[in-house]
């Protein structure tokens, strides 16, 4: 049986981990929402018998997924996974994300991609106007290019710096070893405009802005789970 959610995340993870169905390839998020996500469907395959594959978006996730007994399995080994179960930071009335408080956003942007399905977790202190409300654009960076990178941003109007570790006595590496700039951009510039500029940065990795991914939106607030349907994905 399931646990009684003790908040918000672990709610709407909950009910996410019951669409889950046997033999699905089922991606993993990364933050705690999604380690919500990979606690029940450990507990669903441990109580209920389920059986499921999964693949991690990150080192921290796959980590705790395999110690919960999950079979965790490489992004080489498929090129397509059933379903893509991640948190977000931010999220916009069109269903566009925020993600990259964790800075894994190459694999997150990866399944996101491969899922047939990319199913958001989040409470409802996710919702904004516009993406960049709350949080600064996390962009990962190749480490030779991070000063050209941040230079060519500037230009553009983006303020920002590097991200330092947890003890700020050191730099932020994402897990296939790219610097991350938090970078503020003019808030009248368009979603679209700040994205392709992203995306046309040389010596950029990836970044955290989810265009268009999104498959369903599950929000939870105060325990009652409400649905959002991305028509349009294919
Ligand atoms: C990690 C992410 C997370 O999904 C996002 O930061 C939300 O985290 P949380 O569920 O802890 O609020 O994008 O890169």
Do not use: C
């Amino acid at each position: 049986m399931s646990l009684t959610p003790i908040n918000d995340k672990q709610a709407v993870a909950i009910h996410a981990a019951n669409i889950v169905k046997n033999g699905m390839v089922v991606g993993l998020g990364t933050g705690s929402t999604a380690n919500y996500f990979i606690e029940e469907l450990a507990r669903r395959q441990a109580q209920e018998n389920l059986k499921v594959t999964t693949i991690a978006s990150s080192t921290i996730s796959m980590i705790k997924a395999q110690s919960l007994g999950l079979n965790v399995i490489a992004l080489t080994q498929v090129s397509e996974i059933d379903l893509y179960v991640d948190g977000a930071d931010e999220i916009t009335p069109e269903m566009s994300l925020l993600k990259g408080r964790g800075y894994d956003l190459v694999l997150e942007k990866l399944l996101a991609k491969a899922a047939k399905q990319f199913l958001v977790v989040a409470d409802k202190s996710k919702l904004v106007d516009r993406i960049g409300t709350n949080f600064a654009i996390p962009i990962e960076v190749m480490p030779m290019a991070w000063k050209a990178a941040k230079r060519s941003l500037e230009a553009a109007g983006g303020m920002g710096d590097l991200r330092q570790n947890v003890a700020k006595d050191g730099l932020s590496i994402s897990s296939y070893g790219s610097l991350v700039l938090d970078m503020r951009f003019d808030k009248n510039m368009p979603e679209e405009a700040l994205n392709h500029l992203i995306n046309n940065t040389p010596g950029v990795v990836e970044h955290g802005i989810f265009r268009g991914l999104a498959s369903t939106i599950l929000i939870a607030d105060n325990g009652k789970i409400t649905e959002i349907l991305n028509e349009l994905r294919k």
